[in-house]
DNA sequence: GCGACAG
DNA sequence: ATCTTGTCGC
C-alpha cells in the first residue's frame, strides 16, 4: 500500500489545483480545432495507468500515439512504475500524472516528430470539484491540448446521477448525441456524449487544456470505433496484455 | 451522521 | 483500477 498523505499534504494538493486552474485555457488554441473534419490533425495520443488486482502500488504507465483520422499506432511505450500516492477522488492527479509527464518527455526526446497534437486522458478534465481534474493537470504542466474521458460520472455539485440523469442518458438517441453537464453555479463543465451507435452508456468529456468543450466533444466522437476513444482503448488494452505478460 | 467518491 | 463466463441480441 502507499503511504496515505497527511491532511497538511490534501491542503497543499488543493491550493496546488486551485492555482494551477487559472493557467487552463477552455479554447481552441490551435488551427485544426476550427476545422469541419480536423484537417492539419495527424498525431492522437492515450494515457493510461493499469494494474493487477490486489496492487495498488505497481503499475504499467501507457502512452500510445495514433495517426488521424486512421486511427493506426505510431508509437507505443510501456513503463512499469511504481506509485507513492494511494487513489483519492479528486486527486488522482497527484498519482498518476509524474509518470506520464515522464512518458511524453520520453517521447519528445527520442521521437519529437511523433509528438502528439492532441492527448486523450482516461479521468475529468474542468468536470472535477475544483474545476482542475487529471485532463487539466496534464495540460497544463506538458502545454498539450488535453482532453479529459471519463467512464463513470464523478457527482460534483449541481450533477447528480439521479433520475433527472437517467432520463436525459436515455434520450441519446444517436452516436453524437451529448447533453451538458451543469454545476449549480450554470457553469457546463463537460457533456455526457453517446460516443458509438450501439452502447447505452455515454461517457464523460470535459476540457483538460487548450481545447473548446465543443470540440473536445465533436473529436471525442470522430475517435471512437467502441464506446471508448479508440487512443485509451488501445493503451487499456496494451496495459493489460502487458501486465499479464510480465506476471508469467 | 450518512452517502458519495474519476482511476 | 481489477477479477470473470456465458449469454442474449443484432
New binding site residues.
Given amino acids: 500500500m502507499a503511504n496515505p498523505p497527511t491532511e497538511e499534504l490534501v491542503q497543499q494538493w488543493e491550493s496546488e489545483q486551485t492555482r494551477l486552474r487559472e493557467q487552463v485555457v477552455e479554447q481552441d488554441t490551435e488551427p485544426w480545432q476550427k476545422s469541419p473534419d480536423f484537417s492539419g490533425l495527424e498525431r492522437v495520443a492515450g494515457v493510461?495507468?493499469?494494474?493487477?488486482?490486489g496492487d495498488?502500488v505497481n503499475a504499467c504507465a501507457q502512452l500510445v500515439v495514433l495517426s488521424y483520422p486512421q486511427l493506426e499506432v505510431l508509437y507505443e511505450e510501456s513503463t512499469m512504475v511504481a506509485l507513492t500516492m494511494p487513489?483519492m477522488?479528486?486527486?488522482?492527479?497527484f498519482r498518476e500524472t509524474p509518470s506520464l509527464l515522464e512518458a511524453l518527455k520520453r517521447l519528445r526526446c527520442n521521437k519529437p516528430e511523433l509528438m502528439p497534437q492532441v492527448v486523450f486522458v482516461?479521468?475529468?478534465g474542468v468536470f472535477?470539484y475544483r474545476e482542475f481534474?487529471?485532463a487539466c493537470h496534464l495540460g497544463v504542466l506538458s502545454g498539450i491540448p488535453c482532453v479529459?474521458v471519463?467512464?463513470?460520472?464523478?457527482?460534483v455539485e449541481g450533477v447528480y446521477?439521479d433520475e433527472e440523469h437517467q432520463s436525459q442518458i436515455a434520450a441519446l438517441q444517436k452516436g453524437g448525441d451529448s447533453f451538458p453537464l451543469t454545476a449549480s453555479s450554470g457553469k457546463v463543465l463537460g457533456k455526457a456524449l453517446r460516443s458509438s451507435e450501439k452502447s447505452s452508456k455515454p461517457v464523460y468529456v470535459s476540457v483538460g487544456h487548450k481545447i473548446s468543450l465543443d470540440t473536445a466533444v465533436r473529436l471525442t466522437h470522430s475517435c471512437c470505433r467502441y464506446r471508448v476513444p479508440e487512443p485509451i482503448r488501445q493503451v487499456?488494452t496494451n496495459?493489460?496484455l502487458l501486465l499479464h505478460f510480465a506476471r508469467l
Wanted: hydrophobic share 45%; no cysteine; net charge neutral.
Fill in positions: 493510461d495507468l493499469s494494474f493487477i488486482k495498488e487513489y477522488a479528486g486527486f488522482l492527479a482516461d479521468g475529468n472535477h481534474g487529471i479529459g471519463a467512464k463513470n460520472l464523478l457527482q446521477k487499456m496495459g493489460l
